[in-house]
């Protein structure tokens, strides 16, 4: 088969974007961005938590922020959420459970659980939001 033919018989124009997008990992997200009367929004499950130790929810509400939601390394009752965002070049921050760090993957900057930095070049903190349970369901106040 020539070359020309595969690509037409592929459609390469029209089917790359959907391999590409087939192959990209995406944050799973919530069914609902509905943000409620307290400023609360669901963004996952305690048993997603449990699964993944960390939870990634990207555009919440009404806005473009993204949260990051880990156990308390200290007190497993307790969430902790972060945004995500490297405060040095904007990277996506993930959590790695074992050293008890988040690791920004494109300067290795590292930032505690609560989001203060460890080691740059990152000088300022990740900002926090408030989180908690109701039921199986963690909530997320973005404010």
């Given at each position: 088969m020539k070359r020309r033919?595969?690509?037409?018989?592929?459609?390469?124009?029209?089917?790359?974007?959907?391999?590409?997008?087939?192959?990209t990992p995406k944050a799973s997200q919530p069914v609902s961005n509905a943000v409620r009367s307290d400023g609360f929004q669901e963004v996952g499950t305690l048993t997603e938590l449990g699964k993944n130790q960390q939870i990634l929810r990207e555009n919440l509400g009404n806005s473009q922020q993204k949260a990051l939601i880990i156990p308390n390394p200290t007190d497993n009752n307790q969430l902790i959420a972060v945004n995500p965002t490297c405060t040095h070049a904007g990277c996506t921050v993930t959590w790695e459970s074992e050293k008890q760090v988040f690791i920004c993957p494109c300067h290795d900057s590292q930032f505690s659980s609560d989001g203060k930095v460890i080691e740059g070049p990152a000088t300022e903190p990740l900002a926090s939001y408030e989180a908690k349970s109701e039921g199986d369901a963690i909530l997320v106040k973005i404010s």
């Open positions: 033919e595969f690509i037409t018989l592929v459609g390469v124009g029209t089917a790359t974007p959907l391999i590409i997008s087939a192959c």
